[in-house]
Structure formats: structure tokens, C-alpha cells
């Protein structure tokens, strides 16, 4: 079945979380013509005015009220919608709820402690060299009075990440020990533990992602390879462009690691190559689709419908794999416009820039048969994008060289 062909489906999909990459997912199906109603909290996402999904608020859908939210939601269907989830913590609260879930919702998962195992980074390591593949040297530590303890292997930079999803960051580049003493002071607290990892040389286009979708046996059904473009912040956020990549393997080496855990449903990982083309581990996703998986689609790998067809045993997508060649990016354009002005000022920034501007694209929240979304969005930008700009004026004017923004 093509992209774009109608055909009417009587079960729905649940889609809970309208960012993005929510947004592609009810697009996908949407436009297949499965009936679509998603989960949201924040009422000012401009994604919730999609033509796509019927979207309903909901008390917390980051939060343990997103059990009850799901569960009152599902009283709406005649029978169980497919359910899609959009982050880490969503996925962490459906795995300690899963057996009250998986009797509402159709959701092809692995079980609930494979899915903690691979959300929680300090086991990823133990996984990866059991495959046979590299990990960058790691140190786990949870706060302040672990420093003594670890402070003879610290070997800056280093990258300073949360083992768990936090809402403040993600990860970051920490240069010596009295910077990573002001990130501890800021983020630690009971039960919270942390990874300092070696930093992996190299910039965003060395960073590879494999996505899958495997059956109820653990086989790969489909598959798609691409690699970050830029990330914002530059180098250490998540993606906010991203395209295609023709590297088998890679895909190889994420098969490896995921023969080591018995997953189903939707997966992927996460691989960096360094200036010497050593490659490294950096992590999984489990239980749901990445940010980026617009590229994906785009690309002609539709994973969400995919997904709705494999679980009410229907004819799946024509295209399983990638098909070789450039393709088109992903961008994310809200993030994307400030890493790209910002690399303006690196070594070939400018022909960064003019290889964006001729690249064939895709768009976060822009579509054609969809433009509320990007109506809404766009305003928003241009105003954030003016106080950046006045804060950066500020800062370059006289007496104020040592002013910061917040």
C-alpha cells in the first residue's frame, strides 16, 4: 500500500504525546485512514491543531497520571487501539503498569524488565561488550561524595549524563572537575545516579541511529540506517536534522547488540564513529519511535504503520528497508535554523549551510496537507529567535562583556 492511499480502518490508533515526532506518527496514520485521537497536556503544542488526530487533554502524560489517563481514554473504542508512546519517561510508567495496559491497548513490546534494563544507562555497557562492541570507558557515580572515590580515573572532557530521562538535560560536555562539581550541586538528588564518559571524538554526522521493528520472535521485520546532520545544542542534543545513511554495517552491529535481549515492537541505537573510525555504543531506544522518525518515513520506511499492521495481522508496508541513495532530510526547523547559523562560524559552515539549502527536505511540522501546525510554530520561532538575537547584541556591547543570558 503507497503512502498517500486511503483505506478506511475501523480500529484506532492512540498516540500519546502530540511533540513532532507525535505529529508523524498520527500523520503517517492519518493518512492511511486510521482514526487517530492522542494524549496531550501542554494545550500551547502547536502539533494539537493537526488535521490528523483527534486530540484530547490529559492530566500528565509525563507522570503516573498517564496510566488513568490511558485507561479512561480507552473507554472511548469498541475494541483495543493501538497504542504509541513518544519518550523515555512515558515508556518507563507504561513498563510498571504493563499488564493493566497490554489487557486495553494493543503494544508489541519486550517485557517490562528488558524494557528498564535498556532505559537505564548503566547497564547499556554490560550489554555492548557482551556483543563484541565498543563502549566509551565509564564511570558511574551519584553525587558530590563519589568524586574521591573516582577522581584518579577522571580524564576530561568528559560527557556527564543522567542514567534515567531527566526533563533538564540529556547530556553535556563537562572540561574539568569544578565544572562537573556545579552540575552535580544543580542536579543531584536521592536515588539519581550519573555516567561520566569518555568523550567520543567527532561531530554530529559521526553519529549513527539503526532503527528496527521486530516481530513477536525477536526478528528484525524492517530497518533504516541514517545519521544525525545537526543536533542542538551543537554536538550534544538531540537531533534536529538528520538523513539517510547507506551503512549495513552499522545495522550489522546494532543486530549484535539487540541478540543480547529478547526485544519486540519498535528499537533502535545509537552509534558513534570517532576521527579514527572506531565506533562506540551510546545508547538504545526501547518501546517507542525516535524524534526523527519523520526521516525515517521520508525515506520511505513508515515504522508507525508498520506497527499498526503488524500487530492486526494486515499486509505490511512495500518497503521494508531503505532504499539506497541521498534521499531527504529531516529537519526539524525550529532547532535546526540556530545550529545552522551557528556553524556559520565553524570550519565549512558555509558550505554546510549551502548543502542544506540544495538537499531535497522534510519538515517537522510542515506539510502541505497539514499547515496549522507550522501556521502556529512559525510566529513563535521568529519571536524567539529576535530575543536571541538582542541577547547576543547585549552581551557585545560596551560593559557588558561579562553579562550571560539565562
Known sequence: MEPNTRTAFATPAVVVGMCSHGLAIARSLGRRGVPVTALESNPDLPAIRTRYARVLPAADINGPALVADLLECRRRFDENPVLFLTNDNMVRIIAGAFDDIRAQY?????????VRTLLDKQHIEAIARSSGLGYPRSLLISGLADLDRVRGELRFPMAFKPTRPLS?????????????????????KPGEHFLLQEWVTGMEPSIYFANFYFDREHRPVASFVGRKVRSYPRNLGGACSAEPADRPDIAEEA???FRHVPVRGPA???????????RFVIEPTIGRFDFYILCCIA?????????????L???????????????????????????????LGEPGGGREALQFLLRRKTFALWAWDDPMPSTLEWPRSFRRYLGRAAERVARMLPGRSGARSN
Open 255 to 257: 543486530l549484535q547488540f
Open 299 to 311: 525515506n520511505g520506511v513508515d515504522f508507525p504503520y508498520l506497527s499498526y499492521a503488524y500487530q
Open 268 to 278: 533502535s541505537l545509537e552509534i558513534k564513529e570517532d576521527d579514527t573510525g572506531r
Open 168 to 188: 533538564g538535560f540529556k547530556a553535556m560536555k563537562v572540561h574539568g572537575e569544578d565544572e562537573l562539581v556545579g552540575h552535580l550541586k544543580r542536579y543531584e
Open 106 to 114: 494493543r503494544l508489541l513490546w519486550p517485557e517490562p524488565g528488558v
Open 313 to 343: 495481522e494486515r499486509e505490511l508496508p512495500r518497503h521494508l528497508t531503505q532504499t539506497p541513495g541521498r534521499g531527504t532530510m529531516w529537519v526539524d526547523f525550529e532547532n535546526d535554523f540556530p545550529s545552522l547559523v551557528g556553524s
